[in-house]
């Protein structure tokens, strides 16, 4: 594993906790020698973790939409910034640099965002660990209601299962690195829950 995609707010959140875990999940990153690939911004979680990782010397590599490049949140002190048309493009591109997915504390496009590589899982399409960093509890919510669609029959258990959970980012990057996807097929059972 050599790049880590994170997923984090474009604002810094309620809690100081947030920016003190994005400070903390920069630095355990760098510490294991992975790269940051992050949606390129200079403002809120992003831009903490980012420059966290630029501090320690580490790599970070965004990838901004043009639409948001003009609006001047662009992040202009990265090892590499890839400016791309529009925001299928861009998740595309962090997908492709990327070896696993965290979602850190953020809003719907974060949501959006962690979903998209989740079912992508599911599904075959990659192999790559997909991960929430559970700040603060942040997102039991989230968890309790994906148990919810394996309780009421929408999910397997065994694909819930496939979502890293921690809250200690050096414990979170140990799990990223020992992953190995289940081997089921989605679809090659279909008399029981998806």
């Keep these: 594993m050599k790049s880590v995609c994170v997923y984090c707010g474009s604002s810094s ?14 630095r355990a990153l760098v510490q294991a020698e992975l790269s940051l690939v992050y949606g390129g911004g200079k403002v809120g979680l992003m831009g903490v973790i980012a420059d966290t990782v630029m501090a320690e010397g580490g790599r970070a590599i965004g990838v901004i939409p043009e639409l948001l490049v003009d609006k001047e949140v662009g992040h202009n002190g990265l090892t590499e910034l890839h400016v791309v048309p529009d925001m299928h493009q861009r998740k595309k591109m962090m997908a492709e640099l990327s070896d696993a997915f965290v979602a850190m504390p953020g809003g719907a496009g974060t949501l959006e965002e962690l979903f998209e590589v989740f079912t992508w899982a599911q599904l075959g399409y990659h192999g790559k660990a997909v991960a929430l960093l559970n700040t603060g509890n942040f997102y039991d919510p989230l968890i309790q209601l994906l148990q919810h669609t394996v309780d009421e029959g929408f999910m397997r258990q065994t694909y819930l299962d496939m979502l890293q959970v921690d809250a ?6 140990a799990k990223l690195q020992r992953y190995q996807p289940p081997a089921r097929d989605k679809w090659a059972v279909q008399s029981d829950a998806l």
């Design 13 to 26: 959140g309620a809690k100081p906790l947030y920016e003190q875990a994005a400070r903390a999940f920069g």
């Design 168 to 173: 200690d980012p050096v414990a979170l990057i």
